[in-house]
């Protein structure tokens, strides 16, 4: 689920609780987990998708829920950018547009959908493909990017 409390947050996007529905509605026949952010949001995802969704109430470790992640679909933050850069198949609805969501999109490693029936179209094509190319897409942009460690370190030692 989005920031929604947050003063940043644009008033006018796609809810996502309208994504989450045509998602369970579409797909529910797959493990279908939902991340939360607020108790008010655990609430709500409860008594509209009953059982037909794991929704998480408790904090995860993102990068343990990922691992086994067939699809992500976030709102364009971290988790969406952690999800991509893994390899696996990303779709961020742009709930909060950010340069690192247009670099994903402008890589590749990220598809921007804000309608709920082209996210179920994306999620159902994905569904159906060998996703390789997004797993090999993320390793050459990670090979490409500078180990931000050694930078820090390059940049110390020279003052």
Known sequence: MEEEQAAYVQKNRTNALTIVREIVKKIGDHNVMILPRYDSQIATLKHVLGNRAKV?????????????????????????????????????????????????????LAIRETKPKRIISAIEKILRSDNAHFKNRAKSVMDSME?????????????
């Open 56 to 108: 998480l109430d408790k904090v995860v470790d993102s990068k343990i829920l990922l691992r086994d992640t067939d699809i992500f679909v976030g709102s364009g933050g971290t988790m969406t950018a952690e999800s991509a850069l893994l390899g696996i198949p990303t779709i961020s609805y742009n709930a909060v547009p950010n340069l690192v969501e247009k670099y994903l999109v402008r890589k590749k």
């Open 147 to 159: 180990d931000p460690v050694k930078r820090l370190g390059q940049i110390i030692k020279k003052d």
